[in-house]
């Protein structure tokens, strides 16, 4: 996190620190002293991130592991849905017993896959950027 916003804040903050003391020595040491403050400041922030985590990351089962459920629930819809029905009605067709296996919504399952990856705004993320056309 202060890899990504430190950079941004820097160049403001040195502008301002020239226009309050022109003298370049003075200068020099308030920005470096700027620049440690906001370092500390943005590190108590990722700190205090930390230790909110710990306390999720310390709940019950079912608050800790539910995008891993979510993630297995997913996997195994695709895994069905791709490999496992397919082979049921295949082998049931070649052996004489068609089977017709029900066929779920897939739109639905991959709107959960592609939020849980964080797949869902990148084209969103690429537009502001400007990166694509």
């Given amino acids: 996190m202060i890899a990504s916003?430190?950079?941004?804040i820097l160049p403001t903050v040195g502008k301002l620190v020239d226009k309050i003391f022109?003298?370049?020595?003075a200068n020099k040491r308030e920005k470096l002293k700027i620049e440690q403050e906001l370092l500390k400041q943005l590190q108590s922030v990722d700190?205090?991130?930390i230790d909110v985590n710990k306390v999720k990351a310390?709940?019950?089962?079912?608050q800790r592991s539910w995008r891993p459920t979510i993630g297995w629930v997913c996997a195994l819809a695709f895994a069905y849905h791709f490999l496992v029905q397919p082979m049921i009605v295949f082998i049931a067709s070649i052996s004489?017993?068609?089977?017709?296996?029900p066929d779920f919504d897939m739109s639905a399952l991959m709107s959960v896959t592609m939020g849980l990856l964080g797949l869902?705004?990148?084209r969103t993320f690429e537009k502001m950027k400007g990166i694509s056309k």
């Fill in 5 to 8: 916003i430190l950079p941004a």
């Fill in 22 to 25: 022109p003298d370049e020595e």
């Fill in 47 to 49: 700190l205090a991130q």
């Fill in 58 to 62: 310390a709940g019950n089962a079912l």
């Fill in 96 to 101: 004489g017993h068609p089977i017709p296996l």
């Fill in 120 to 122: 869902g705004g990148l």
